[in-house]
């Protein structure tokens, strides 16, 4: 399918990612009506980013059409790639019979069902509009059925913007220790309130001594600790099972609701990821594949703990809804992503992620370069210089070598090949052999001539 992609025939490719002149005319425009010219931070650079015309499989076709093998797949949303043609096809068949109801719709349940019936710890679902808001709702339902206020989460890692689980959300080597030398909770955006930072606890993702005395000290205050086990911004590198372990005993000891956030890793497994790593969280977050590409989000969890949010019998201790909470559209086309996300579809797609890591950690051995591609599954991330990547800390590279990744992630796309800004990426189910070996070369190639490039300046 990929080979056939669209846009071929007029690939205008060049070596300045820059260069197409209706994406920068769309910049211009935008740039008057949108602070900072686009919608999000990850999706922009300077001078412009292209800008995205359609796509298919694994390509997208810019403005002024470039192809553009995507291993960004918006954020790691398009397990199958773009307008696969399944989720176009359930989603037209639930459009047809109207977009949004204010009452429910039979959509919701086979999801939720769907859901259940690959992990049995997703008992009960329910879902609204994106992985904020699953994380926001599950953070205020453990408050609920624990009578705590406080939460713990672990350093550098991302699960939404929500004041508390933006804290230490970046922090650095000048700030990120408190006086005892634990991880400090430190404030990511201006304005977060001093109370915010009180009531969040931060965890090292690679250090299960330290994770343990702090839980052990913090614990009895504590509502939920959130973890995701691989999570990209501690270095796209597995949890520990040490500190995973540590966690669940901790959670289990004190009475403290235990959320694993899949939102991104719950691709890593047709279960998700809990099961993988043997965890047996009290809620799960997902997002992104779970919708097929369409907006959602989704707290799942035993109907014990679920009945948080029931309002059947009253009013409910959390109330959770929204608008298009349960909307068919995002409910038909995950539906469909789910279904054809079967067994050996996941493992397929893993396969093709080992062998890509393989391929590409084997050419930076051979010609020399110090940097290797973490990750699992069908993720990844590029890291520079010699050391191991295990969380957070390790994984934050110099400035120096922060501006080297984004050159790489620049050249990269001047080559055809999008990354996301920390030249992490995803494979998508339509990518084959060929992709991958046109992506591990391209890669390889980029980052010798950088790490070249970068010597005989420095000589
Ligand atoms: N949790 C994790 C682990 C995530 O990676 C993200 C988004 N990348 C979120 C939560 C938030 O999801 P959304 O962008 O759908 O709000």
């Known amino acids: 399918m990929a080979m056939t992609a669209p846009g071929k025939g007029h690939n205008s490719n060049s070596d ?12 211009r425009r935008e740039v008057k009506v949108v602070p900072g010219g686009s919608m999000r931070a990850a999706s922009w650079f ?7 015309a359609r796509g298919e499989g694994c390509w997208v076709v810019d403005l002024d059409g470039r192809r553009i093998l995507d291993c960004a797949n918006n954020f790691f949303s398009l397990i199958h790639g773009h307008a696969f043609p399944p989720v176009l096809d ?41 992985g904020t808001e699953a994380v926001l709702a599950a953070l205020k339902g453990a408050r609920a059925l624990t009578g705590r206020e406080r939460i713990a989460k672990f350093e550098g890692c991302y699960h939404g913007a929500y004041d508390w689980i933006e804290v230490s959300l970046d922090p650095t080597p000048a700030n990120w220790n408190d006086e005892n030398g634990n991880p400090a909770s430190v404030r990511h955006n201006v304005g977060t309130p001093d109370s915010v930072l009180r009531e969040t606890v931060v965890l090292p993702y690679d250090d299960p001594q330290r994770c343990a005395e702090i839980l052990r000290r913090e614990g009895p205050t504590l509502a939920a600790v959130i973890l995701d086990l691989h999570a990209s911004r501690a270095g796209t590198v597995a949890m520990s099972k040490e500190v995973s372990a540590v966690v669940q005993e901790a959670c ?3 009475g403290i609701m235990l959320i694993s956030d899949e939102v991104i890793c719950f691709r890593l497994s047709y279960e998700g990821a809990s099961p993988l790593f043997g965890l047996e969280p009290d809620l799960i977050t997902t997002a992104k594949i779970i919708g097929g590409g369409l907006p959602i989000g989704a707290v799942s969890g035993p109907a014990a703990h679920m009945a948080v949010f029931n309002h059947a019998d009253g009013k409910p201790r959390v109330s959770m809804g929204g608008t298009f909470s349960g909307n068919p559209l995002s409910m038909a086309a995950g539906l469909a992503s789910l279904e054809h996300y079967s067994r050996p579809v996941v493992e397929r797609l893993n396969g093709l992620g080992d062998d890509f890591r393989k391929r590409v950690r084997e050419g930076l051995a051979a010609k020399g370069v110090e940097a290797t591609l ?3 599954g069908s993720l990844f991330r590029l890291h520079l210089g010699p050391g191991e990547v295990t969380g957070y800390r390790t994984a934050l590279p110099s400035p120096e070598n922060a501006a080297r990744i984004r050159r790489i992630q620049l050249a990269m796309l001047a080559k055809g090949v999008l990354l996301t800004p920390n030249c992490s990426g995803a494979l998508s189910t339509p990518m084959t052999e060929a992709e991958i070996t046109l992506l591990a070369d391209k890669l390889v190639e980029v980052v010798a001539k950088e790490t070249s490039d970068q010597a005989s300046v420095a000589a």
Do not use: W
């Not at 820059?18 to 005319?25: D, Y």
């Not at 300077?46 to 995205?52: F, G, L, Q, R, S």
């Not at 109801?101 to 039979?106: K, L």
């Open 16 to 27: 300045s990612a820059a260069s197409s002149s209706l994406s920068e005319a769309a910049y």
């Open 46 to 52: 300077k001078p412009h980013p292209p800008y995205a």
């Open 90 to 130: 359930a989603v037209r068949e639930a459009m047809a019979k109207g977009t949004a109801f204010g009452m429910p719709t039979e959509s919701e349940i086979q999801l939720a069902e769907a859901l259940a019936a690959r992990n049995p710890r997703m008992e009960q679902t329910r879902f609204c509009n994106s």
């Open 252 to 254: 289990r000891r004190d």
């Open 374 to 376: 973490s990750g699992l």
